[in-house]
């Protein structure tokens, strides 16, 4: 690191450190061509190289040359496009930031010795009622108990509700590959191998779906409508609490789920289509 000396004799001459060779910091001007070597290192640089993809193209062909000219003066590309971080940029990295400051202050039952630890095994149930095999067993048994074929139809479409909730889950996770929050320990029940990683959080996209789900196909009393309601902010919440998930996951899980509920809803399964394809198959 640069003493503190070193820093502002360099602001004084305008010049910026980079990580020069054996992880020493060298000094190169801003009003100057660097050296050779440095211009070089810049170009295979990735962190350049994300800079220079996020430039507008219209700026990208107006500079034309590997240098821009200020009020006279030949500035390298690459410093030129460090002071021009991209607004959206920035909003992201502050939003990811924010995150993960919430995400570690709410995981208050991470652990047992955490602020409310002696609440994990209760958040634990929660997980469980959120858990994707209850959920599947259940659904199958209510199928198989089912002496109408109203029911029959429900139960069949919330088995394939949940069966599409897995795959679009485990596709997404294993694209977008995020850690889970360090403060995880990952004891959880049943769990796939995509399940080490965190976005979006699959208990949260199941409880939105179900929720709409029963919400739409079961005939519930007020109080239970709430209940419903409750239990899948709870199973949310859970997650981010238990410390497996930070808060974007969850929230994006909400969003995810509600919308899969859509989806369910296009792809009905009603038992004339179903009668039609197994004759087909015939
Ligand atoms: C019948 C069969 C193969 C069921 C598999 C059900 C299963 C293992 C679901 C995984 C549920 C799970 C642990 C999801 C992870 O939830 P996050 O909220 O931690 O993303």
Redesign the pocket.
Known sequence: MPSPKARSSAARSGSAPCAGGNGRYEFISLNRTPPPHLLQRQGSDPTAARLRASESPSRRRGSGSSTSSTGGQQLPEEDCMKLNPSIVGIALSSLLAIDLWLSKRLGVCACEDASWGSMRPLMKLV?IS????PW??GAAYCLYKSDSAAGQEVMLNLLMALVLD?VL?GVM?AVVRRR?PAQNRMD?????SV?G??F???????AAMCARFLLAHLVLAAPLRVLVLLWATFVGFS?VLLG??HVT??AF?FLMGYWQYNLVEMLWLSPAMLQSTIGQLQ
Request: proline residues 3%; charged residues 25%.
């Open positions: 997980e959120g858990h994707g095999i599947l067993a897995l889950v996770k889970r959880m029940f049943a769990t796939f399940d990683y965190s979006p959080s699959g208990h949260a996209t199941r997650r497996r998930h996951d969850v899980g």
